[in-house]
């Protein structure tokens, strides 16, 4: 009669959950499936409206399917490729080709008030310094935040305060807001979840201000469109009176050649909304050309379904 040996059976049981739990870390890894995006099907038609050599044409209507929640303008971008050519559609100026300098990446919502902002902090060395207001790189005597790695920190001269849990759209003014001036420590903005091997932002805004001009700041990702890691990208948008000189700057915005147009002002595309897309001084769609759409929320794409 064959003796089973307890500490053989014992051992090859260990590694067989190792292996197991192995391949099952593994795969939830590499199925990660960020909380950024929308389950939103955006339903396009085009038919009924006139295409001709005109600048101001009404070019196609859009309209959320059924089972859809609002969405932000602030982190909407909308395109329509007409043959080879991509027009950006917001509620006034769109981002220029060059927007970004290598290192800061800015690019205007369909709100036309709102970057969202990707900085490379992949240097290990030296970190990544944010001109905030103006959208741009900045230099040891002219920045606000500082990059490298996940490490983010603010200038000596930044106040700031974090609203945990809320909207980005639902912070407006500073009110009676009392600001820290402690800048010594690196902003505790992100958890990492072992579980996915993921840094994952907090829920919540910064606000930011200098004493004299107000931000606010949501970090929305740790990973650009490639999914490289140690690329942080935030939401910007100017508060109270303050200007964004940014949304000046003829080299980062230019007019949008492609109009919104929507029912409800009110900072959102609400489910029940139909937004109508028209020319703006430029002649986007002529005689019977197809239009095709393309849409992203928080970076990630949104699903399009034609009706004819």
């Known amino acids: 009669m064959t003796v089973k040996n307890p500490v053989r059976t014992t051992l090859i049981v260990a590694s067989a959950l190792i292996i197991i739990g192995g391949v099952v870390w593994t795969y939830m890894v590499t199925n990660y499936e960020s909380n950024l995006g929308t389950e939103n099907v955006v339903l396009v038609e085009q038919t009924g409206f ?12 859009m309209r959320f399917d059924e089972d859809s929640e609002n969405l932000s303008w602030s982190s909407l971008e ?3 490729n007409s043959g080879s050519e991509k027009f950006s559609c917001t509620f006034g100026t769109q981002s220029t080709s060059q927007s970004g300098d290598g290192k800061i990446s800015a690019k205007l919502g369909a709100d036309a008030k709102t970057f969202t902002t990707t900085v490379d902090a992949t240097d290990e060395e030296d970190f990544t310094l944010l001109d905030l207001p103006n959208q741009l790189i900045g230099n040891e005597s002219n920045f606000w935040i500082r990059f490298s790695k996940t490490d983010v920190f603010l200038a000596e001269n930044i106040e700031w305060k974090f609203f945990e849990d809320l909207d980005f ?3 407006n003014d500073v009110g009676q807001t009392n600001f820290s001036n402690d800048t010594s420590e690196r902003l505790e903005w992100y958890e990492y979840d072992i579980s996915v091997h993921r840094v994952i932002p907090n829920e919540g805004v910064y606000v ?12 929305i990702s740790y990973y650009n469109s490639n999914d490289d890691s140690r690329f942080p990208t935030m939401l910007i948008a100017a508060l109270d009176n303050t200007t964004l000189p940014a949304l000046q700057n003829p080299e980062l915005v230019i007019p949008s050649p492609c109009k919104l147009v929507e029912e409800i002002d009110d900072g959102f595309w609400s489910t029940n909304e139909t937004i109508i897309l028209v020319e703006n001084g430029v002649n986007i769609c002529s005689d019977t050309c197809k239009l095709n759409v393309k849409i992203k929320f928080e970076t990630v794409d949104v699903e399009i379904s034609y009706l004819d």
């Open 50 to 61: 006139s295409k001709d050599n005109d600048t101001e044409n009404r070019l196609l209507e």
């Open 78 to 80: 909308l395109y329509v």
């Open 169 to 171: 759209e639902s912070i």
């Open 208 to 219: 930011l201000t200098d004493g004299i001009e107000f931000y606010k700041v949501k970090f």
